[in-house]
């Protein structure tokens, strides 16, 4: 009985992990899911924290760079590093979902990633965006 009650329960949280997993996909379709997950844990331990990510913004090729920096800088107050022809924008940032919602409504933008910091820090790019990986 108890192992039928195991399988249940993990079974229910395997459906309600999936169903939001749909919901980021469905509200951030550009933006990677774990960078969603990670940001909604650590706001759910600190409410009144707003963590620091690196973050990766990918554009479209002919995005105007000194727009896009200019957007960048005045939502984060950063200013970012630009990578790959003006299509690859790197900023360690405090984070929230509401700049994330913004990035992955925009035309411009294609993939946006991260990772947790904790504090400013001086990374540079570390990944390929995951536009390029459905391509091949």
């Known amino acids: 009985m108890l192992n039928i009650l195991i399988l249940s329960e993990i079974k229910e949280i395997k459906n309600v992990f999936a169903g939001l997993q749909t919901l980021y996909a469905s509200y951030f379709p550009k933006v990677d899911p774990a960078l969603i997950h990670d940001l909604l844990i650590r706001i759910q331990a600190d409410p009144e924290k707003t963590p620091f990510y690196m973050v990766e ?42 700049f994330l919602k913004e990035l992955s409504d925009s035309e411009k933008v294609i993939d946006v990633s991260g990772d947790y910091t904790g504090a400013v820090t001086g990374r540079g790019a570390s990944r390929e965006s995951r536009e390029l990986d459905h391509k091949h």
């Open 57 to 98: 913004i990918f554009t479209r090729p002919g995005t105007d760079s000194e727009a896009m920096r200019d957007y960048i800088l005045q939502k984060t107050g950063m200013v970012p590093a630009i990578y790959d022809n003006g299509t690859h924008y790197v900023v360690n940032q405090r984070l929230n979902l509401e």
